[in-house]
């Protein structure tokens, strides 16, 4: 069976976004990014989308799923004030992501932090959560809807992508879990456009890896069709 490969963006980058949704369309495939419900006023010089892009990406047949409501540490929080921050960032991706339901979405944890004690509590309210680790998910991960992603960072994240894929060639996940952030320079851990083409080149040129689209990770942790 092969090993399936998805992979996350993260932080609401409006330029790196739109580039990243139009590479993954020249594929035929489609790209999950993690959005923050209410970005810090100091993220403004970045660049940031809006909802209104956000609802154009969706409509091509992208994904974007919550990353918290403020992008603060959740193992910073109390059990209560980690509850506010999932119930205030659904509220806030209800009302301006268009047909948004967290039923079919992952809650996706700032930092790739988790606060375990309240993690089968968001399991009530999402399909499943992403947080940090190898990025090598096995059948156990996917049974307890907690899957793993790794990154790297600050600098560029292009040659430790191509080590991670060698690694999953190695080990043979059922999933292989990688988080990314910007392109060609923006945002923490960046990578060039160019190498993310040819990390998506060589997974589908691969007879060991499935590239999969947003949509099929739910499947994969709920077993609904």
């Known amino acids: 069976m092969k090993t399936k490969v998805c992979f996350t963006f993260d932080d609401n980058f409006k330029e790196s976004f ?36 956000w609802n154009e990406l969706v409509a091509r047949g992208h994904a974007v799923e919550p990353h918290g409501l403020d992008h603060s540490n959740f193992s910073e929080k109390t059990e209560d004030q980690a509850r506010e921050d999932v119930l205030e960032c659904i509220k806030i991706y209800r009302s301006e992501l268009e047909g948004f339901d967290p039923n079919r979405s992952f809650w996706h944890y700032p930092f790739n932090t988790d606060l375990p004690s309240v993690n089968p509590w968001i399991l009530e309210h999402f399909a499943g959560i ?85 949509a099929d990770l739910i499947p994969l942790v709920l077993r609904v069709g």
């Open 18 to 53: 739109s580039r990243i949704a139009e590479l993954y369309e020249s594929f035929g495939i489609r790209a999950l990014f993690a959005c923050v419900g209410r970005p810090p006023s100091d993220w403004e010089p970045i660049g940031l989308g809006d909802w209104k892009i």
């Open 130 to 214: 992403r947080t940090g680790g190898t990025g090598m998910n096995t059948e156990s991960d996917l049974n307890s809807r907690i899957l793993r992603v790794t990154t790297f960072g600050p600098g560029d994240c292009g040659s430790h992508l191509r080590e991670t894929i060698d690694q999953a060639e190695r080990i043979k996940p059922k999933l292989l879990f990688y988080c990314m952030h910007g392109v060609d320079g923006q945002g923490w851990g960046p990578i060039k456009l160019t190498d993310l083409s040819e990390a998506i080149k060589r997974i589908k040129g691969s007879e060991q890896f499935e590239m999969i689209n947003p």
